[in-house]
């Protein structure tokens, strides 16, 4: 039985067992959890995973490359990948014929503070390898190059790439980065990389001894959303369409001045602001007395508790909103203590 039966079957005896109300909002968070809102960040990535599915399918490419996604904590970086990855039908898996199952696409956790080794083992758990110990360098990625093959996978998803930066400066990184660089150069199993990480990512492009990884790179960012009357607009969207997924009207009316205050809320990055928006969701559902609307207040409570703050800092709460300034940590999560901007 794997993991995902064991999964499965625990949520079957855990649903069993649940009251029916609990259900409910069960499968309204589900819903929820199935909503996405096309932006052109969507389109630019797709058109980059459709231009490596034709160099896949061209038998003389004899070198794969990387698609970096760069943007902030917060930005929506792996969700966006995630769903791009999951719209693509080319990378479901499927039966060979033979009863092996092939799937092109392999998605990586890249390791904490990770180095050479530890990348290396991270690509063959996620491929299925029973590894009872971490190899030797060298040993590991020959490993690594066989099991790619032997899996028929072309394309990695290594997600918080920038976990990267926090393994060996010296010898280390240089040898990490070589490694991934001779995964691509392979010219008889060529793989393509996409990297998800915050901008300081780019450092591990700089650590390349003699700059071929610069040339091999195809960056694509994530920009913060800004005060223009399209993302505002397609942030109101994005709220309502959330909330009737959730079977939830809006009890209040969506001004530019609210929307506003949720951007500021999520420092102006589309996946906080997107989380801040799901939370506020969660307090709708579970408050009987809205009788299921979305109110402002749930607004209020769904901000409390991504950032934790008081009502003199929440920024649907506070008049001076837009003075308040918090950071990202490294979790996602937005910091507790606040500064005030200047006037």
Known sequence: MTLEDVNARSRELLRARVRPKLLDRAAALKALSEVHVETDRDDQLDKEIEIIISHMLNENTKAGYAVSVIGPSGAGKTTLVD????????????????GNEVQY????????????????????????????RIPKHDEIWLTVRSRLRRKMHKIIFFDEFQHVLKGPKAKGTAHLTNQIKLLMQD?????????????????????????????????????????????????????????????????????????????????????????????????????????????????????????????????????????????????????????????
Not at 83 to 98: H, I, Q, V, W
Not at 239 to 246: L, R
Not at 305 to 330: G, M, P, Y
């Open 105 to 132: 696409c392999l998605r990586v956790d890249t390791p904490s503070a990770c180095n050479s080794a530890s990348l290396g083992a991270a690509i063959l758990i996620a491929s299925g390898y029973p590894l009872e």
């Open 83 to 98: 769903r791009r990855l999951d719209a693509t039908p080319e990378f479901e898996p499927f039966d060979d014929g033979y």
């Open 187 to 343: 010219p008889e199993w060529p793989v393509w990389i996409i990297i998800a990480g915050v901008p300081q990512v780019t450092e591990f492009v700089e650590r390349d001894e003699w700059m071929q990884m610069e040339r091999r790179i195809r960056p694509l960012s994530i920009d913060d959303l800004e005060d223009t009357e399209g993302d505002i607009e397609n942030t109101r969207e994005i709220v309502e369409a959330m909330a009737a997924s959730c079977q939830l009207k809006l009890g209040f009316p969506l001004t530019d001045e609210v929307i506003r205050r949720l951007l500021h809320g999520g420092i102006w990055r589309f996946g906080m602001s997107t989380q801040i928006i799901k939370l506020s969701i969660e307090a709708a559902l579970w408050d009987e007395e809205a009788n299921a609307k979305l109110l402002f207040e749930h607004f209020v409570e769904g901000y409390r508790r991504i950032s934790n703050c008081t009502k003199a800092t929440n920024v649907f709460l506070a008049e001076n909103w837009n003075r308040i300034q918090r950071q990202v940590t490294d979790k996602g999560k937005l910091t507790k203590g606040c500064s005030l901007r200047p006037e």
